[in-house]
């Protein structure tokens, strides 16, 4: 089945910038969507459909997909963005839904 | 406003069966799909399959098949899961969300609150 690729943790400062992969075998080819998830917390959507943002979701976060590299970029990074970040794309040949094992971003 | 309200927590015995429901309310129920997903503990997401309220298609995720079924009951607006022959493993948060269906791909717009489901003898 399809594999997804994610860092386990990633770490930022105030106000940088900070760039979550998701690691595929052409990945570029499908269309990946994000999640954010707050401890004991349901998963929010933040990303679909590799770089559409949902209403309510603020323009700091973006997404690119290209290669065998899907990536979220949040911007100007906040305190309340400490979360787990969890890529999905749908795997043709299981015919199911897959997720990667999420990245826990730190903001610093 | 669009809201899943999921059944309370259960505690199952090993070889037991749990159902978990998951009410719409704030959308037409049969305009889109509800998907299934759990959470183990301290663990990542894992889909278990998805069901279309508009035609009661399912496609359930080749781990679970044989021991999952998805429902749905259009006059309530309402998705259920069943989950049998349960095991110490199939501990988790189970969560049920609005399912937007694409070309090759769905995503889940809204997530119900959770329902913790424990196995344990």
């Known amino acids: 089945s399809y594999v997804l690729t994610q860092p386990p943790s990633v770490s930022v400062a105030p106000g940088k910038t900070a760039r979550i992969t998701c690691g595929g075998n052409n990945i570029g080819s499908k269309s990946v969507h994000w999640y954010q998830q707050k401890p004991g917390q349901a998963p929010v959507l933040v990303i679909y459909?590799?770089?559409d943002r949902p209403s309510g979701i603020p323009e700091r976060f973006s997404g690119s997909n290209s290669g065998n590299t899907a990536t979220l970029t949040i911007s100007r990074v906040e305190a309340g963005d400490e979360a787990d970040y969890y890529c999905q794309v749908w795997d043709s040949s299981s015919d199911g839904e897959v997720f990667g094992g999420g990245t826990k971003l730190t903001v610093l | 406003q669009v809201q899943l309200v999921q059944s309370g927590a259960e505690v199952k015995k090993p070889g037991a069966s749990v159902k978990v429901s998951c009410k719409a309310s704030?959308?037409?129920?049969?305009?889109?799909?509800i998907s299934w997903v759990r959470q183990a503990p301290g663990q990542g997401l894992e889909w278990m399959g998805w069901?279309?309220?508009?035609?009661?298609?399912?496609n359930y995720a080749q781990k679970l098949q044989g021991r999952v079924t998805m429902t749905t009951d259009t006059s309530t607006s309402t998705a259920y899961m069943e989950l049998r022959s349960l095991r110490s493993d199939d501990t988790a948060v189970y969560y049920c969300?609005?399912?937007?269906?694409?070309?090759?791909?769905?995503?889940?717009?809204?997530w119900g609150q959770g329902t913790l489901v424990t196995v344990s003898s």
């Open positions: 459909y590799d770089s």
């Open positions: 704030g959308y037409t129920f049969t305009s889109y799909g």
């Open positions: 969300a609005r399912a937007l269906v694409g070309a090759t791909t769905h995503y889940f717009d809204y």
């Open positions: 069901i279309s309220a508009y035609n009661g298609n399912t």
